[in-house]
């Protein structure tokens, strides 16, 4: 059982470059969700969906997009890479039931880490 | 606004207890999440707490006070592989999580 599968595990983008992280869970998960990480500090939600079609902004969206097409699937778009997106990206997913926060457990990807220059 | 206190660092010795304590303040609460995670890698979930009380897992135990918006991990016989970061995450719309604690084991 795959699990959550991010990727790619590093990448090094220049300015202004746009890329997709790849997310995919084979968990039949609902709640799907994106988090960045910078040293020192806790995840902080960049976006999250409840259900394919459905997708909501959390903490910091800005310079992100995100679509879900389907359950497995949740891309998250750098629209126009900048030094202060270099941090690790870790996609997490939940069985949390639609339009309610997730509660227990949720399950992470391994991460990604994202240097732009 | 939201926010999750916890402390930056605890040390502790191999065999011994530790708390870590988590306060938080935040809307539309629904539980208490705690993770572990260690160097490089990704967070893994240790506990929840969705009522008041205590909830045992082996070694661990977390603790939830709605009253005192207050919350606690406890580790028993440490072990030197438990040397990580632990965060709380307070389970609401948008999960909000705490700085994190790095634990650090000494024989």
């Known amino acids: 059982n795959a699990g959550v599968t991010q990727t790619p595990k590093f990448q090094v983008l220049k300015t202004g470059q746009s890329m997709t992280l790849q997310c995919a869970q084979d968990m039949n998960h609902e709640y799907m969700s994106w988090y960045r990480q910078d040293p020192g500090m806790g995840l902080r939600l960049i976006h999250y969906s409840v259900g394919a079609g459905i997708t909501d902004q959390g903490e910091v969206p800005n310079g992100y997009n995100v679509s879900r097409s389907t359950t497995e699937d949740f891309p998250l778009r750098l629209l126009s890479a900048a030094p202060s997106q270099t941090s690790v990206y870790f996609c997490?997913?939940?069985?949390?039931?639609?339009?309610?926060?997730?509660?227990?457990?949720?399950?992470f990807g391994e991460g990604s880490r994202l240097t732009v220059l | 606004g939201q926010s999750l206190e916890q402390p930056s660092e605890v040390t502790a010795v191999e065999g011994a207890i530790v708390q870590i304590n988590c306060t938080y303040q935040?809307?539309?609460?629904?539980?208490l999440s705690w993770y572990q995670q260690h160097d490089g890698g990704a967070p893994t979930f240790l506990s929840y707490n969705g009522l008041d009380g205590l909830e045992e897992t082996g070694r661990f135990s977390s603790f939830l006070s709605r009253s005192d918006s207050y919350g606690y991990l406890l580790l028993q016989e440490l072990q030197m592989k438990d040397s990580a970061s632990y965060f709380c995450?307070?389970?609401?719309?948008?999960?909000?999580w705490g700085a994190g604690t790095k634990l650090i084991i000494k024989p």
């Open positions: 997490a997913s939940s069985s949390g039931t639609s339009g309610r926060p997730p509660t227990g457990e949720l399950f």
């Open positions: 935040t809307s539309g609460f629904y539980g």
């Open positions: 995450a307070s389970s609401n719309y948008q999960l909000i």
